[in-house]
């Protein structure tokens, strides 16, 4: 008598592997926590930003907020016009969200140490279309 020269094993654990490959992905919750929203509040409206002027900390206009990117990674940028009137020889530049000051007892929003010439020296931001 000849016996066969596979074991059940290696029939049955390829067809298992297989079918486990091919079988659906199961869709996973998303775990979103409960935000306090008095909190959430407090902060700052992208739309009542925009066009806001933007000062240095000597009190000297800069520019102004033209428009907000977020990056995949989750970091936010503030693009900025420099010039002298808004849509006149502007000149944007992207600056770090968290670098602006927003604690100004007259309600303006200040970019420390920056000043109109250095950021003009800055290079211009490119929308990335």
């Given at each position: 008598m000849i016996r066969p020269r596979f074991s059940l094993l290696a029939v049955v654990f390829p067809i298992v592997i297989l079918h486990l490959s091919m079988a659906p992905a199961l869709a996973q919750e998303v775990g979103l926590a409960?935000?306090?929203s008095?909190?959430?509040a407090k902060g700052y409206r992208a739309s009542t930003l925009k066009l806001k002027s933007?000062?240095?900390d000597k009190g000297e206009s800069v520019g102004w907020i033209d428009d907000f990117i977020f990056s995949k990674g989750g970091d936010i940028f503030v693009v900025l016009s420099v010039g002298d009137f808004v849509g006149v020889n502007n000149h944007r530049v992207a600056v770090p969200f968290r670098s602006l000051k927003f604690d100004d007892p007259h309600?303006?929003?200040a970019l420390p140490g920056a000043g109109r010439?250095?950021?003009q020296k800055l290079p211009v931001f490119l929308y990335n279309q």
């Open positions: 409960p935000l306090d008095k909190e959430v933007v000062i240095n309600g303006k929003i010439a250095a950021l």
